[in-house]
C-alpha cells in the first residue's frame, strides 16, 4: 500500500485521485491521506507570511515520520532545496503553464489583444501576478483574494473583485468551464507564469526504493527544473515577484523572465532569451538578471 499525502482543497484532491490511478494501473495499491497545511489554516496574504513551503512543510514532515509514502505538490509551491532525506523521484508531463483571468463579464481588449483591466478590480495574493498584470493595466486595482479555486471564484462573484486570477492547470484539471462566466487565459507575453507552474511533483523519503519512473515526464522536468534555477538564484520564495517560464520552439528553448519591482526599483526587469538547450538558455537569462540587478 502507498500512502499519498495531499492537501485537502477540491483541486488537490483531483491530483491526488490522479497519482492514485496511476499507481493503481501499474500494479500498486494506494490510499489518500489529507494533511493540513501552513497555508491552508493562516489566512494572511503571503506577502504577510514569513518563511517558504506555505503548503508543503508539513506533508514533507509527514513523509520524514513515515506517515505518509508519496506527496503530491504542485511544483511551484516546492522551495527550491529539497530537504534532507527526500527526495523528488517524478515531474509528470505538464499542464497548461498559464494564468488565466477569470470574470463574470466579458472584458474589452486593447489594440494587442490584451484584456483590459483598467478601471476594475482585480483579486489576487501573488505579488508576481499584481507586479505583471500592473504593468499592462497600471489603472487596474489589486485586492488580495486567497482560497481554492471555487472559492476565489465565488467571492469574485459575490463582488470582492470584477476579476480573479488563476491558474490555466487548476482550471483544466477541475475541467472548470461555466457558460456564465469569461476565461481569459493570457500569453507568457503577457504575464509570465511562477517557476513550475502547471507541472505535479511526486516527492517520497530518500529510502523509498518502489519504481515510479512511469510518472516521470523529462522534458517537463528539464524545463521546470531551469525554471527553478531562476528562482533558486534570487533565493526566492512565494513573496518575490517572479515569472519564469521555459519552453521549446523553433530555435532551441525559450527562456522568459519577469522581476517585478522591488526595494528602491520601481522598473521591472524583463528577459527574453533562447538557447539550444533549457540548461543554457537560463544559465545566460541568471548572469543577464543579476547584472540588471548590479
Not at 485537502?8 to 490522479?18: D, H, I, T
Not at 532545496?81 to 517524478?90: D, F, R, T, W, Y
Not at 519564469?244 to 520552439?249: H, Q, S
Request: glycine share 8%; proline share 5%.
Amino acid at each position: 500500500m502507498i500512502r499519498i499525502g495531499t492537501r485537502g482543497s477540491k483541486l488537490a484532491l483531483v491530483q491526488a485521485e490522479w497519482a492514485a490511478d496511476q499507481l493503481r494501473r501499474n500494479g500498486h495499491e494506494a490510499e489518500i491521506i489529507v494533511i493540513k497545511t501552513k497555508g491552508d489554516v493562516i489566512k494572511d496574504r503571503f506577502d504577510k507570511m514569513e518563511g517558504k513551503g506555505f503548503f508543503t512543510a508539513e506533508i514533507e514532515a509527514a513523509l520524514l515520520q513515515d506517515e505518509i509514502d508519496l506527496a503530491v505538490h504542485c511544483l511551484k509551491d516546492l522551495p527550491t532545496e529539497n530537504p534532507s532525506g527526500l527526495k523528488i523521484v517524478a515531474i509528470p508531463e505538464r499542464e497548461d503553464p498559464r494564468d488565466c483571468l477569470v470574470s463574470a463579464r466579458a472584458l474589452a481588449f486593447s489594440e494587442d489583444g490584451v484584456p483590459q483591466l483598467d478601471g476594475l478590480t482585480v483579486g489576487t495574493s501573488s505579488n508576481r501576478r499584481v507586479a505583471g498584470l500592473a504593468a499592462w493595466c497600471p489603472e487596474a486595482t489589486f485586492v488580495p483574494i486567497r482560497g481554492n479555486v471555487p472559492t476565489r471564484i465565488a467571492k469574485m462573484e459575490a463582488g470582492e473583485a470584477d476579476v480573479v486570477v488563476l491558474a490555466q492547470a487548476g482550471l483544466n484539471r477541475l475541467a472548470l468551464q461555466r457558460d456564465d462566466l469569461f476565461f481569459y487565459p493570457l500569453t507568457q507575453d503577457v504575464l509570465v507564469p511562477a517557476p513550475g507552474q502547471g507541472a505535479l511533483a511526486l516527492q517520497t523519503r530518500a529510502s523509498f526504493d518502489t519504481d515510479l519512473s512511469f510518472f516521470h515526464h523529462e522534458e517537463t522536468a528539464r524545463c521546470a527544473d531551469a525554471e527553478r534555477r531562476v528562482l533558486r538564484s534570487l533565493g526566492g520564495g512565494c513573496q518575490t515577484p517572479l515569472g519564469a517560464w521555459v519552453g521549446k520552439v523553433d530555435a532551441g528553448y525559450r527562456v522568459k523572465v519577469f522581476l517585478g519591482p522591488q526595494g528602491e526599483s520601481q522598473t521591472p526587469i524583463r528577459l527574453d532569451l533562447t538557447g539550444p538547450d533549457p540548461e543554457t538558455a537560463v544559465e545566460a537569462a541568471c548572469r543577464n538578471l543579476a547584472e540588471s540587478r548590479e
